[in-house]
């Protein structure tokens, strides 16, 4: 006997070596194609204001024209004529900048950019624009810190604060787009009546063109980056107000975008930024080149934009004014749920469109609730987390500064009108000046129990860091019929242990988003839709209806096997008309036909229309 051969046989050398050559074509296709997909690096650093103790002249009396006053807080290259926007850091008065305020004509001028840009933007594939999604996403991830920082900077609040505002939120976002965006823009198939099954119907979802975003100054760089996202998916350019308050900040965020595209390769001019007061910013909403316009912010203002949006039939997406109610029944675990409430009134020191305004308690645990949260609320403590005290340390801090002074005498206006009204003021109400951060908008944490429907307060939106707490004595309907007396129905959140009970409230309420035992989760799903409903304005955006907002819809109907079945012209009712009655005939037995109640009327229908076509 002979052993075995160990050699290979060519056959199986050859199939080795095109396996071997397939697996390395793949490679290499693979990695071309992933590296046309992968996240493109640039640089964006933080600025040197948002570092820890920068210093810079303290502003006394600070206000956005703070520099009128001061010509030392003017930029060095100002001009004559210009309007400028003094920025300072709300919770200690330091000037961080001062920026040049657009006039109409220079709001006019960013808007044509824009409009130059979008034709090429809008024909970029949805990978290339994931792309630029992944390259932001990459670039917040690896910036978080520097980018709460500004925010930090520009508004007073603090790091946590803007971890979940800014951070948590934005990533959010840019996750559903990057993984669900180009489905819901994808062409959507829709049913045919029976008159038309030789026929094929989808929409298609095209871009709008050059939109707008008016947005606030509570959370500067996601409200900034939300609607550019949205937008530019969409495959449209945008032009962002960004409010006067949050200059600063907004100037650098827009810039990282910028900066975005132009590494991935597209012209940077598809995002523009706006800054300006409100007596030039007619130009941007009465603008006939802007198709759409969202707007973030009070109610007073978002009238005004709907007004300005009717000349050129602009539509608008309105998040308004929230008086957002937290319904705790009976069975409420209040050891559970104590951290939401905190977190829900003084997140942002209540600078924060969903959150809580108003809590509606049973009174059979009403006073164990007030007892119990008064105690957490007197512990708060302020202070500023970019200012470290005398000796050097960082102190420990809970809560931040308000936007500013008039804001802070706002709030005490507030309470003081709940006082003569017989609320009871348990804590707080008053403004105060900070021991390591003097001349910041500074105001106690406030707890105000005792509070009735009739008050101000109930109905008014506070926006700052008060805690409102009301009584009901009824069942689930009685909190409902409270919740539901606000003007406002943006946002709810109910806390019981009976499923049942809640749903039951969650059905009741007229707003349009609720929590059940949790607070503001609704904004982390971003597959869900923003938005509320009465005077917190209309419209969505986030989810595939703020997605879809952006785009025009365009109904598209074709034959389903092309040019083999068409949708025939019969005699009975071709032009010319060859007989009134029969062509009657013929379209009112079609009808019956198609959509007679019983068999009967649909056969007396189909025998009718048959007689026509022999006519």
């Known amino acids: 006997m002979y052993p075995a051969s160990t050699s290979a046989s060519p056959s199986a050398l050859l199939a080795a070596l095109l396996a071997f050559f397939i697996s390395g074509i ?132 603090t790091m946590i604060d803007a971890a979940f505002g800014e951070i948590l ?17 994808q062409p959507r198939s829709r049913r045919n009546p029976i008159l038309l099954l030789h026929k094929k119907s989808h929409v298609y979802y095209e871009p709008k063109g050059v939109v707008a975003a008016v947005v606030s100054w509570n959370y500067p760089i996601h409200n900034a980056l939300g609607p550019i996202i949205a937008a530019l998916f969409a495959g449209d350019a945008i032009v962002l107000k960004a409010s006067e308050q949050v200059a600063w900040s907004s100037a650098w965020t827009i810039g990282a975008v910028r900066a975005c595209l132009a590494a991935c390769g597209h ?36 009238r005004k934009v709907l007004i300005a949006a009717a000349e050129n039939l602009t539509p608008v997406t309105l998040e308004l004014g929230g008086k957002d109610v937290a319904i705790l029944l009976p069975s409420a675990d209040l050891k559970a749920f104590g ?7 003084f997140q942002s020191m209540g600078q924060n469109c969903i959150g809580i305004e108003r809590f509606i308690v049973h009174e059979s645990i009403y006073d164990q609730f007030v007892d119990t949260m008064l105690e957490r609320v007197k512990k708060l403590r302020m202070g500023s987390v970019l200012n470290s005290t005398p000796e050097g340390w960082v102190s420990t801090v809970d809560v931040g500064s308000l936007i500013s002074r008039e804001h802070a005498e ?52 506070v926006f700052g860091p008060i805690m409102v707490v009301m009584r009901y004595e009824g069942d689930w309907e009685e909190a ?48 869900l839709p923003f938005g509320g409903v009465k005077s917190s304005g209309f419209g969505r955006f986030s989810g595939p209806e703020g997605l879809q907002a952006m785009c025009d819809p365009k ?35 079609l009808a019956e036909g198609v959509w007679g109640e019983t068999w009967t009327e649909s056969f007396a229908g189909w025998w009718r229309l048959l007689k026509a076509t022999r006519a």
Request: aromatic share 8%; net charge neutral.
């Open 26 to 157: 793949l490679i290499v296709v693979q990695r071309y194609d992933w590296n046309k997909k992968k996240s493109v690096k640039f640089d964006w650093p933080a600025p040197e204001q948002s570092f820890l103790n920068f210093e810079a002249e303290t502003i006394q009396n600070v206000t956005l024209r703070s520099h009128l006053s001061n010509a030392e807080l003017l930029p060095p290259d100002h001009e004559e004529g210009v309007e400028y926007i003094t920025c300072f850091d709300p919770s200690t008065s330091l000037h961080i900048g001062t920026i040049p305020a657009l006039n109409q004509l220079q709001i006019a001028e960013r808007i044509s950019l824009a409009r130059e840009a979008q034709p090429a933007w809008a024909q970029t594939t949805f990978a290339q624009r994931r792309r630029v999604m992944r390259s932001l996403m990459a670039w917040v991830l690896e910036n978080s810190e520097a980018i709460a920082r500004v925010a930090c900077r520009d508004t007073g609040k």
């Open 169 to 185: 939120t934005t990533c959010a976002k840019l996750e559903w787009l990057i993984k669900h965006g180009e489905k819901e823009l």
């Open 267 to 302: 012209d940077p001019d598809v995002v523009q930024l706006v800054l300006a007061y409100p007596e030039s910013v007619e130009a941007l909403t009465r603008s006939p080149i802007i198709k759409h316009i969202t707007f973030i912010g009070s109610e007073e203002v978002g």
């Open 339 to 345: 951290s939401h409430w905190m977190r829900g009134v």
């Open 410 to 461: 706002r709030m005490a206006v507030i309470v003081a009108r709940a006082r003569e009204q017989g609320a009871a003021v348990l804590t707080g109400g008053n403004i105060v000046s900070h021991p390591y951060a003097p001349g910041g908008a500074w105001f106690e944490p406030t707890m105000i129990a005792g509070v009735t429907e009739e008050m101000d307060i109930a109905r008014q939106e």
């Open 480 to 527: 409902a019929r409270l919740a539901n007396g606000s003007k406002y129905g943006l946002g709810a959140s109910v806390f019981g242990n009976d499923r049942r009970e809640c749903e039951k409230v969650v059905r009741a309420l007229r707003c349009g988003m609720v929590a059940v035992n949790d607070f503001g989760v609704f904004y982390l799903n971003q597959d």
């Open 555 to 589: 109904a598209v109907v074709q034959d389903r096997f092309f040019s083999w079945i068409r949708t025939p012209i019969p005699r009975a009712v071709d032009y010319p008309v060859r007989s009134l009655v029969s062509s009657w005939d013929f379209v009112a037995g």
